[in-house]
Each structure stands twice: as structure tokens, then as C-alpha cells.
């Protein structure tokens, strides 16, 4: 199965900061990463699909980018509201799999 | 487009797992029908989809206990994992993933604890 690795496992930054979540698979997955956020007690939602495109709906202070084994994903600019537990999710080979996630705070 | 997920939040040790996810205001064709959990050892994990057509592809470390159907006509598919352990008590959800695997809507999920 493909290993995917997410940094760090927590985060607490500021209302406004600039802030960088990273996604390293274990092997090349091209472009085929998703990454989702999970707010307590809910279901995962799709923020970004093919590793850079923005989902529909989706607010454009989300982004991101990579290919091959190492992804980024961005918060351009951290809100109240952005709270909660981010995954990446390879579909470049069966299984897919997720990261373990990262946890988002605000100070 | 809606998901619900159905089934016993509860089943016994050896017993049978068996959910059903309910698709309001979605075409089948097109798309993979997901069944996902969730638990706090394993964190997210993929099990498997269904296509319309009945296709199956499941994850390999369940592939003797698991099995996925779809029924077009009530607008469901379907998960039965069989002989559960405590290892399976976690948050099942379903999704539809659309085009390159992309999960673009999810059920609420549903808590299934594995308990005597």
C-alpha cells in the first residue's frame, strides 16, 4: 500500500497567517492527490482535487500543489472558521489511502 | 446530491456488519459508490466501491469478509462485512467518487461499535 505522510500532525497559527500543510507519499502518485477537510463530528468535504484544482464551491484562501511524491496544501490566509482536521488521499494505485491528518488551531 | 447511511450501531463479536447507504438526487451511472471508515487507530480507510453496474473493488485486507452491491432501483448500495472484530467498530461513511477518484459527496456516517 502507498504510505502517505503528513506534516506536522498539529498546527496552531493566527488569524490571517499564511500557513502550509505538506503530504509525502511513498511512492510517485503524479498528480492523483485529493486533500478533504473534516470539521468535529462531520463528514470530510473536498477542497482540492488533482493535487491543484480548486473544487467548486470552494473559497479561494485554499490551494495546492505537487506531483510526484511530495504535496503541499495552503492556507493564503488562516480563518476562524478553517478549524479542523485536513487529509490527503492517494488514488493512484489501490488501495487508496489517506494521510493520518493535520490538525488545525487557531491561537 | 444526498447520502444517508442506515444500519445497527451495534453488532456482536463474529457477527455480520451490514449498512446500507440511501442516494437522494443522483444519477448511479458514472460513478464509484464508496464505502469509507473511520476510527481513531486506523484514521480514514478506504474499503471499497460499487459501480451501477455492480462492479466491485474492495480493499485487499478485507477481501475474504467483505462485499458491496447496489440496487439502482431503490436508489441504494450496500456494504456486509462479515465475522467483525473490535477492529471494526469505527465511523462508516459512504460517498460518491466521481472522475479521477475525486470522494465529492459524503453521508453523515454512521457509528458501528463492535461489543458483546
Known amino acids: 500500500d502507498i504510505q502517505m505522510t503528513q506534516s506536522p500532525s498539529s498546527l496552531s497559527a493566527s488569524v490571517g497567517d499564511r500557513v502550509t500543510i505538506t503530504c509525502q507519499a511513498s511512492q510517485d502518485i503524479r498528480n492523483n492527490l485529493n486533500w478533504y477537510q473534516q470539521k468535529p463530528g462531520k463528514a470530510p468535504k473536498l477542497l482540492i482535487y488533482?493535487?491543484?484544482n480548486l473544487e467548486t464551491g470552494v473559497l479561494a484562501r485554499f490551494s495546492g500543489s505537487g506531483s510526484g511524491t511530495d504535496f503541499t496544501f495552503t492556507f493564503r490566509s488562516l480563518q476562524p472558521e478553517d478549524i479542523g482536521t485536513y487529509y490527503c488521499q492517494q488514488y493512484d494505485k489501490l488501495p487508496y489511502t489517506f494521510g493520518q491528518g493535520t490538525k488545525v488551531e487557531i491561537k | 446530491v444526498q447520502l444517508q447511511e442506515s444500519g445497527p450501531g451495534l453488532v456482536k463479536p463474529s457477527e455480520t456488519l451490514s449498512l446500507t447507504c440511501t442516494v437522494s438526487?443522483?444519477?448511479?451511472?458514472?460513478?464509484?459508490w464508496t464505502w469509507i471508515r473511520q476510527s481513531a487507530g486506523m484514521g480514514l480507510e478506504w474499503l471499497g466501491h460499487v459501480s451501477a453496474s455492480g462492479s466491485t473493488t474492495y480493499n485487499p485486507s478485507l477481501l475474504s469478509r467483505v462485499t458491496m452491491s447496489v440496487d439502482t432501483s431503490k436508489n441504494q448500495f450496500s456494504l456486509i462485512l462479515t465475522s467483525v472484530t473490535a477492529a471494526d467498530t469505527a465511523m462508516y461513511y459512504c460517498?460518491?467518487?466521481?472522475?479521477?477518484?475525486?470522494?465529492?459527496?459524503w453521508g453523515q456516517g454512521t457509528l458501528v461499535t463492535v461489543s458483546s
Open positions: 488533482d493535487a491543484s
Open positions: 460517498a460518491r467518487a466521481r472522475g479521477n477518484y475525486v470522494l465529492d459527496y
Open positions: 438526487r443522483a444519477s448511479f451511472s458514472n460513478y464509484y
